[in-house]
């Protein structure tokens, strides 16, 4: 981790087009401003976090049901038995 020093005022840039500067600083609160490009993506670290873990959870209860299925219809049974006539 990089650590750094700035005042009120002051502004580090990362990878030439995200410029971040301090705005304010309360007791133990840093107000930071940020400018990026349109494209970019911007979130909070906890609000990140969250959505990884339910992106995690719906691939897999995604990969569980596929399991579920295999084992409902018969990948390996003749055209004629499968429930679809084999269509």
Not at 13 to 42: D, H
Not at 64 to 80: M, Q, S, Y
Request: proline share 3%; hydrophobic share 45%; aromatic share 4%.
């Amino acid at each position: 981790m990089l650590y750094l020093t700035r005042k009120i005022g002051e502004s580090i840039i990362i990878n030439n087009n995200i410029e971040l500067t301090v705005v304010e600083v309360r007791g133990k609160t840093v107000k930071l401003g940020f400018l990026f490009p349109k494209e970019a993506t911007i979130l909070r670290k906890e609000l990140h976090q969250k959505i990884m873990e339910q992106n995690i959870a719906a691939a897999t209860v995604g990969a569980a049901e596929l399991l579920d299925l295999e084992f409902t219809v018969d990948v390996n049974a003749p055209e004629k038995d499968k429930p679809d006539g084999g269509q």
